[in-house]
Each structure stands twice: as structure tokens, then as C-alpha cells.
């Protein structure tokens, strides 16, 4: 296991998968994706075990995919297409997944946020979309969103980079409990003990079942969504954009 990604069994149950990179606000680089991703695959090998938490160590949960590696254009396609698998895993486990978000879920971590089936907010957390800002396309994190957000509330958030407090998150049905810092990990524990009740194969066909249900499965979005990811990815402006942020001035757009 990556010293980026921490993986404790909480009980027979549940499982605790802690991202950490707290000095780089946890972002996402391609080793602790691929991590993420192959840490949730065999949780689901693992005799009894029922539910994943995800968390992130330090202040915030998650600040997004690492610029400084998405800058280099060796790197774009195996980055673009980890996330889709991670995001890909996540939907599709039979355990429930609980996020517990504190502090930041942007960009690609508001996917991880949207990935899970339950979601704990501290009430200090912030998703936030700057793709855009950044001659990005939030396109992966999108088809997660969209099958959460209506369409205006999901056009704001995406083509005006904002931010949205716990508060708005939690009326929009992005988060299902806002709770005091303190309280984040004991009221994600409860939920998961929650869970732990129902019947494993009734859930795991649940969640097949509400994939089905949407206009096309998610991997099927995910693919298309990846081609704009990609475009976006490896343009003039993205490289503007994310050079920018890294030099921590405004873009030029031209």
C-alpha cells in the first residue's frame, strides 16, 4: 500500500480508506489514484466486509488532481483514465461507500465526494468546480454530478467554477448529513454501522439497480466524458490555465 493512501479495517465490517497527502491537501496524483482505485477493488474481495469510508488526512479532504503532474503531457492519458476507473470502482462496488469531507472537496475530489453513495460534510466544507478557470472541462466529475444536480444548479456550479457551502450542499441532496468537524468520523461510523444492516446481496443489486435506472450506465458517460477531458486536457488553455494557478497569478487567456 502507498504511504498516500492508509487502508484500516475499522471492524469486521467496514473499512477506513484515509488519503494522505495532507501537505499537498490531499491532491490527487496518478500513484495515489491508482491506489484508491485498487484499495476499493479488493475491499470488495474481502470475506464480510460491507462499507467504505473515505477520508482525507489534515485540514481538507481532497483539493482536486495534482496540477503540478497534470501539467506534463506524458502523464494526461494514464491520469484521465485511473480517475475514470476510480470513479468507475467507487459507483460500481456492492459495499456502500461513505465519504467523510471536511474543509475542500474541488475539482476531482468533488468526484470522490459524488463517487460515494453517502455523503458526511464537516460544516466548513466547500465543493468546488474551477475547472474551467483552469481551461479545464470538469467533464468526469459532470457525469457524476449530473445524475445528483438539476440542470441550472448543475450549469452554475460547473460553468461558473463556484463554490458550494455544506449548507447549499446538503439542500441540494449533494451531502446527506452536516455535522461539527468532531463529529465527522463518529456520524460516518454510524451510517455505516447503518448500512451493515441490510442485506449484502439486496444492496449490491440495489445499486445496480439505480445505475440502470439512469438515462445510460456510468461507464458509458464516462468514456464520452473522457474524450472531453482529454481535449480540454491537452489544449493551449489548459496549459495556460494550470500554469497560472501553479505561478498563483491569473490567467491570460488571449
Known amino acids: 500500500m502507498t504511504p498516500f493512501l492508509l487502508a484500516t479495517p475499522l471492524d469486521a465490517q467496514t473499512q477506513v480508506l484515509t488519503l494522505n497527502r495532507p501537505t499537498k491537501r490531499n491532491a490527487l496524483c496518478i500513484e495515489l489514484i491508482e491506489s484508491l482505485r485498487d484499495a476499493v477493488l479488493a475491499a470488495e474481495k474481502e470475506p464480510g466486509r460491507r462499507a467504505l469510508i473515505l477520508r482525507g488526512e489534515g485540514p481538507v479532504f481532497c483539493a482536486g488532481l495534482d496540477l503540478r503532474e497534470a501539467a506534463d503531457p506524458a502523464l494526461s492519458d494514464r491520469s484521465a483514465h485511473a480517475l475514470a476507473e476510480l470513479y468507475q470502482a467507487i459507483c460500481a462496488s456492492p459495499l456502500v461507500t461513505i465519504a467523510a469531507a471536511q474543509g475542500g472537496a474541488i475539482g476531482g475530489g468533488?468526484?470522490?465526494v459524488a463517487a460515494c453513495d453517502l455523503v458526511?460534510?464537516?460544516?466548513?466544507?466547500r465543493i468546488g468546480f474551477p475547472e474551467v478557470r483552469r481551461g479545464l472541462v470538469a467533464a468526469l466529475v459532470t457525469c457524476l454530478f449530473q445524475r445528483q444536480l438539476?440542470?441550472?444548479?448543475?450549469?452554475?456550479?460547473?460553468?461558473?467554477?463556484?463554490?458550494?457551502?455544506?449548507?447549499?450542499?446538503l439542500e441540494l441532496g449533494l451531502v446527506n448529513r452536516v455535522t461539527p468537524e468532531s463529529q465527522l468520523m463518529p456520524t460516518a461510523v454510524a451510517l455505516a454501522r447503518e448500512a451493515c444492516a441490510g442485506a449484502p446481496?439486496?444492496?449490491?443489486?440495489?445499486?445496480r439497480l439505480l445505475?440502470?435506472?439512469?438515462?445510460?450506465?456510468?461507464?458509458?458517460?464516462?468514456?464520452?466524458a473522457l474524450e472531453y477531458h482529454l481535449a480540454a486536457r491537452n489544449s493551449a488553455e489548459a496549459a495556460e490555465g494550470v500554469a497560472a494557478f501553479n505561478q498563483k497569478r491569473e490567467p491570460r487567456w488571449g
Do not use: F, W
Open 211 to 224: 445505475d440502470d435506472l439512469a438515462a445510460r450506465p456510468l461507464a458509458q458517460d464516462l468514456k464520452l
Open 110 to 112: 468533488a468526484g470522490l
Open 201 to 207: 446481496g439486496a444492496i449490491a443489486r440495489t445499486k
Open 150 to 169: 438539476g440542470g441550472r444548479a448543475l450549469r452554475e456550479a460547473i460553468l461558473l467554477g463556484q463554490n458550494i457551502d455544506a449548507p447549499r450542499a
Open 120 to 125: 458526511v460534510a464537516s460544516e466548513d466544507l
